[in-house]
């Protein structure tokens, strides 16, 4: 079941006023507050109660701030609004709206996992000088409400303005007129693994409806999720929050367009992804005790080259020459009818379904020419595991179209994937913790190196690509669910 709390994506926002020289405070002190009363005025504005829940109850917003900061301020400021206190004391006492922490993770956490559920709105930041740089450091931040003050005051404590203009721009259509303030609004610079990082996030703070449970392994599910990639300029959406195979990315890409269904094959590249769903155990589970281990049936490759072919195939068979290799037609339509509405690569097929180790998830993929010739692709995709697998069919996805639109003398243009069953796995949940917290990086750039266009794919290989300017925030290893 879809989620019946906020499908907003959870971000937060900083409020700060800074002086001439970009000072916050002195010895702890607001030295301009009390020449300063508007400002006052719009942080109660902007921080008030906010829309209501589909039950009536209210949502509120939140602000973080630190513990000297909630000492200069009165209380009755923030009445109504759910105070979050960072502090470094490990026994303080949480009272009325006013709750402690001493850890800014387990903070996030509670008010991201607030937001899904519906009770809290917004997120804001209030200061002071250390949690303003730890969570735009940590790019944990949306959007900066910066008042200038215009005269300028002895400070020790200062706005990270190195960081602001660094990661976000200023949008000067937004700010309000009616204050009477110097008050500058910056937004973050988007970034395409957002979306990504936003199903992640829905998916690990469910409402109780979303829980469901499949054949192997608890899961939280959402139905009829949409992911949107540019692809031009040789943009790749291989993901930064965590560090990606992009070579077993390439190799299982190119094991299933030359047709192969063996995986020692990419064993023998010491390629491991498939291992899980082609050992014994898992075969003869299924049934498939005919199979020798590493055989996978007729799945991808197989579809793609010879769809509805007899299984097994004879060694040395050459491919068929009718529309049953997909591959071969795909590329023969977008030479010769480019703006065709038929040019789909499908790995569903009902009759063979049985005899797979693994029926297929990306199922269908349509490919589009604009009058630009720039070519798009929208794959549709049965079953996606959000945090292991989707990572991959993103990038392997993505990689198909650089390769056809390569083959074609295309440009490329763009990917969308439509997910059927978008589901995250117990086993992961502490992973994906983890990554939804991790900055986004630019995406790398691909470029393809080999100079002849042959379709023979069993002359590619990984060396024909080149990943370009790619950074991660590391590993993050979660099991594999077979």
């Not at 902007?46 to 301020?73: F, V």
């Not at 068929?320 to 339509?333: F, G, H, N, S």
Request: aromatic share 12%; hydrophobic share 35%; net charge neutral.
């Amino acid at each position: 079941m879809l989620n019946q709390g906020s499908n907003n994506p959870f971000r937060i926002d900083i409020i700060a006023a800074v002086c001439g020289n970009g000072g916050l405070s002195y010895q702890d002190r607001l030295p301009w507050w009390k020449d300063n009363t508007n400002d006052l005025q719009f942080v109660k504005v902007l921080t008030t109660l906010c829309r209501s829940t589909r039950d009536s109850r209210q949502r509120r917003n939140a602000l973080i701030l630190g513990r000297k900061t909630l000492e200069q301020l009165p209380l009755l400021v923030f009445r109504d609004r759910d105070l979050h206190v960072l502090t470094r004391q490990t026994s303080v006492q949480s009272f009325d709206n006013v709750r402690f922490w001493n850890d800014p993770e387990s903070l996030l956490h509670h008010l991201i996992a607030d937001h899904v559920a519906g009770n809290t709105d917004r997120v804001f930041v209030f200061g002071g000088e250390e949690i303003y740089h730890l969570f735009m450091k940590k790019g944990w931040v949306d959007r900066v409400y910066l008042t200038r003050i215009q005269k300028t005051y002895e400070c020790d404590r200062f706005f990270p303005m190195r960081l602001l203009s660094r990661d976000y721009f200023l949008d000067s259509s937004s700010s309000p007129v009616q204050y009477k303030m110097n008050l500058e609004i910056w937004e973050k610079k988007p970034h395409r693994e957002k979306a990504y990082l936003h199903l992640l996030q829905k998916l690990l703070y469910p409402t109780p409806e979303m829980k469901t449970f499949s054949r192997n392994g608890g899961v939280h599910s959402l139905f009829g999720e949409t992911l949107d990639f540019p692809l031009e300029d040789h943009e790749f959406p291989l993901l930064t929050t965590k560090k990606m195979f992009f070579r077993g990315i390439v190799e299982e890409l190119l094991w299933f367009l030359r047709g192969d269904t063996d995986a020692r094959k990419l064993q023998q590249k010491n390629i491991h992804i498939w291992d899980g769903n082609t050992q014994r155990e898992t075969l003869d589970a299924l049934g498939l005790t005919s199979y020798e281990e590493g055989e996978a049936g007729p799945i991808y490759g197989h579809q793609w080259r010879r769809f509805n072919d007899p299984y097994p195939v004879p060694p040395d068979t050459p491919y068929p020459t009718d529309t049953r290799d997909q591959v071969r037609e795909c590329i023969r339509l977008l030479c010769e009818e480019p703006f065709s509405r038929r040019i789909l690569l499908s790995a569903w097929n009902p009759c063979q379904l049985k005899q797979m180790a693994l029926p297929p998830c990306h199922v269908l993929y349509q490919f589009h020419v604009d009058p630009h010739k720039k070519l798009w692709c929208q794959m549709y995709q049965r079953s996606a595991d959000v945090f292991l697998g989707l990572p991959f069919n993103i990038a392997s996805c993505a990689l198909l179209v650089h390769i056809f639109a390569f083959l074609t003398d295309l440009e490329v243009g763009g990917l969308r994937i439509c997910i059927g069953d978008a589901h995250l796995y117990h086993a992961h949940q502490e992973s994906a913790m983890q990554q939804i917290l991790r900055q986004p990086q630019p995406f790398p750039t691909l470029h393809i190196l080999r100079t002849s266009k042959d379709t023979d794919f069993r002359l590619w290989d990984a060396q024909d690509f080149e990943l370009v300017s790619y950074h991660s925030a590391g590993i993050l290893r979660a099991p594999m669910i077979v």
